[in-house]
């Protein structure tokens, strides 16, 4: 019973393809990022009619985001592989609770982001001057920029938390999720450069994932 419980266990274990989750979800993410700053540079001072010359651009920004979010959530499914048995309760719970959080959120903000450019490409004149505009992107900031970046703060320490009581990831990669998660707590809103911090710190425990991964694949003997 206990070999054909491992045989089932082993059959149905993590895809190698899905190691390279946190990568994608961190480059589909700053790509989105990166074409919404270009484009908006200053949601103060930018006019409805300026973002809207730039709706099909994007629109393409806002595609990429439900994308990342899928890709997020296999980055979570790898972690909890990765931990096994070794998974606290308590911090589990909050690393599951914050990462669901911060993918709704992000979704959430990338939904009325996507309706307001739509309204501006190809509704009329009076969405320019109603406030539809300054509505929508007053929740989207407030959504998207200080709400889910500060859930992904708690998201980091409750990771680093993880990290430090296993051996999972380098011990300094633990300390440099707290030192960044306290930046986000402390600062969302304030930059748009902090939205990429996230993102950055996946891709780099993304990378170490692969790597253990790769070792021990070359490493694992032969049957």
């Known amino acids: 019973m206990a070999q054909e419980h491992e045989a089932i266990r082993q059959s149905i274990r993590t895809p190698r393809a ?3 989750a946190g990568v994608l979800f961190a480059l589909l993410l700053i790509s989105s990022e990166v074409l919404i700053w270009r484009y908006v540079p200053s949601v103060s001072t930018v ?8 709706s099909r651009t994007l629109a393409l920004a806002m595609t990429l985001r439900p994308f990342s979010g899928i890709a997020f959530l296999w980055f979570m499914g790898v972690v909890r592989n990765r931990l096994g048995n070794l998974e606290d309760q ?3 719970t909050v690393f599951l609770g914050s990462g669901l959080l ?3 959120m992000m979704f959430i903000s990338g939904a009325v982001a996507s309706a307001a450019i739509g309204i501006l490409a190809f509704g009329s004149d009076v969405s320019l001057t109603s406030g539809t505009y300054d509505l929508a ?3 989207v900031h407030a959504i998207g920029t200080i709400y889910a970046t500060k859930m992904a703060g708690v998201f980091m320490i409750s990771t ?4 430090v009581q296993t051996p999972v990831v380098p011990r300094w990669m633990a300390l440099l999720g707290y030192a960044l998660a306290l930046i986000l ?5 304030t930059s748009n450069w902090l939205a990429i911090v996230f993102p950055l710190w996946v891709l780099i425990i993304s990378g170490v994932l692969i790597q253990d991964r790769s ?3 070359h490493t694992a003997p032969s049957n």
């Open 18 to 20: 899905a190691a390279v």
């Open 47 to 54: 006019a409805p009619a300026e973002v809207a010359r730039h």
């Open 90 to 92: 308590f911090f589990a």
């Open 102 to 104: 911060y993918v709704a």
């Open 137 to 139: 992107r007053a929740v």
């Open 160 to 163: 680093s938390t993880i990290f």
């Open 185 to 189: 707590l402390l600062s969302a809103g």
């Open 215 to 217: 070792s021990a694949a």
